[in-house]
């Protein structure tokens, strides 16, 4: 596959009519050569003497872009309260991971907020992959204050297997369960990796010892593209599968409203409108209400 031919074609995306008026807002925000920047909780931009109308341009800019599922950013005086708190996950996952000298991808990497925290632990090289011509348009326009070197590829999972070099670490977090072959999938993951390289995944589950997984018939909490949710032994036996060994499970958790909830800045519906209002513990649908499994899996 020649990836140099699929990036041409993608990058005609950022000409779209919805698109391209993104890419002119950011084109036309100052350039800010001195910010002091946090990459906590909250990745946090600092810009010395911002005028009003700076300030005004770089919220319009932000708003325009909506919804942003991934952060919380703060820049100047402009909050980006994202529907996810993704601190949660990449706190938790934080302890499993080392990153120090390493090429490192994030498959599905939305805005880049987890690429933007995942530059203080200094690796080698950073790339996310997302075929989302919004999230790289978010992405760019963060990035136009933090100026990182982090590369963001308009490509999907289907991609890393035959991309230029092979990878260190892969983070793939909330991909699995939208895809119809996961364990294919699986096997892109593990082709892109260096021999003794890991997969940090996450992925919907539902509790049971046996090796089964729910099919939804048609929408499972109201997302139309959930193809399958595992009991965690069925994970591990897709995995094993695809090649992985020395499979750990790290966290199991439920998503509840301290994680995902609506905010001003998503413009929809969120996790209480997509719960039964009468059980919390099921789906609009009836089935059990999302819970991730978090695993390592090593090539």
């Not at 699986?186 to 010892?209: A, N, P, R, W």
């Amino acid at each position: 596959m020649d990836l140099n031919v699929l990036r041409v074609e993608r990058k005609k995306w950022l000409t779209w009519k919805n698109i391209k008026p993104y890419q002119e807002a950011i084109a036309n925000l100052a350039q800010y050569d001195e910010v002091e920047l946090s990459l906590g909780d909250k990745i946090t931009i600092e810009i010395p003497k911002l005028s009003k109308e700076e300030e005004k341009q770089i919220l319009d800019t932000a708003k325009s872009m909506m919804p942003w599922r991934k952060g919380p950013f703060q820049i100047a005086n402009t909050f980006i309260d994202s529907e996810w708190q993704s601190q949660l996950k990449y706190n938790m996952l934080e302890k499993h991971f080392d990153l120090k000298g390493k090429v490192a991808g994030d498959i599905g990497c939305n805005n880049g907020y987890y690429l933007f925290r995942m530059l203080t632990h200094e690796p080698k090289k950073l790339i996310g992959f997302d075929p989302s011509a919004t999230y790289y348009s978010q992405f760019q326009f963060i990035n136009r204050f933090i100026k990182s070197d982090i590369t963001y590829e308009l490509l999907g999972v289907e991609h890393v297997e035959y991309y230029e070099h092979k990878f260190d670490v892969l983070f793939c977090l909330g991909v699995l369960y939208h895809r119809s072959d996961p364990v294919s999938m699986l096997k892109s993951l593990y082709k892109g990796l260096h021999k003794g390289g890991e997969l940090i995944l996450d992925t919907f589950m539902i509790d049971g010892d046996d090796e089964i997984c729910l099919t939804p018939k048609d929408r499972y909490s109201k997302i139309p593209n959930i193809y399958f949710v595992p009991t965690i032994p069925a994970l591990i036996n897709w995995c094993r599968r695809a090649g992985f060994e020395d499979i750990e499970v790290l966290e199991t958790v439920v998503t509840d409203a301290s994680e995902q909830r609506k905010t001003e800045w998503i413009e929809g519906q969120s996790l209480e409108d997509f719960l039964d209002p009468h059980d919390s513990t099921k789906t609009i649908e009836g089935y059990p209400a999302p819970k991730r499994v978090y695993i390592k899996a090593h090539k």
